[in-house]
């Protein structure tokens, strides 16, 4: 029977678990005290401060922490644009619904107005026709759904 960490569970939760925490091989990060090696942000962060406060080399500091030297260079230009909110992982790909613009939902709305029983597969295909635009229909799904909520007004 394994027994369940809570704080592994929770980094795991919020996107910071980090998920190589035995390559990181700094000695005071095996003590299990305060310093743990399956938070990413402290891990990031002590990688970091290693170099800038106690003079160690940038690639010797990323295999100690157990990163590459890459990601090394990418958590110092976070940290220095962003300070400690840029060691937090990032979503990648796109940031929403970038093709779904406002025209592209006014053209949705105005064919919902003269035909509310459209269906999201065909939108993608009038889109395509008239704006000649890819959309896919689970995005207009899923846009028509964000824009349905936002709408309904929450129980009293």
């Known amino acids: 029977m394994t027994r369940r960490d809570p704080k592994a569970e929770r980094l795991k939760g919020l996107h910071l678990l980090n998920r190589h925490p035995e390559r990181v091989r700094a000695a005071w990060f095996a003590s299990g005290n305060f310093f743990d090696s399956q938070d990413l942000v402290q891990v990031k962060y002590e990688m970091l401060r290693h170099v800038s406060h106690e003079g160690a080399s940038k690639a010797d500091a990323a ?10 260079y990418q958590a110092e230009a976070a940290l220095a644009r962003e300070g400690l909110p840029g060691l937090l992982p990032q979503r990648r790909g796109p940031k929403g619904a970038h093709k779904l613009t406002a025209e592209v939902m006014a053209f949705i709305e105005r064919r919902q107005g003269e035909d509310p029983e459209v269906y999201a597969r065909a939108l993608a295909r009038e889109i395509k026709k008239e704006l000649n635009l890819s959309v896919h229909p689970r995005s207009i799904e899923r846009a028509l759904a964000r824009k349905k909520k936002r709408q309904t007004p929450p129980p009293p």
């Open 63 to 72: 295999e100690l922490f157990g990163f590459s030297r890459p990601a090394f």
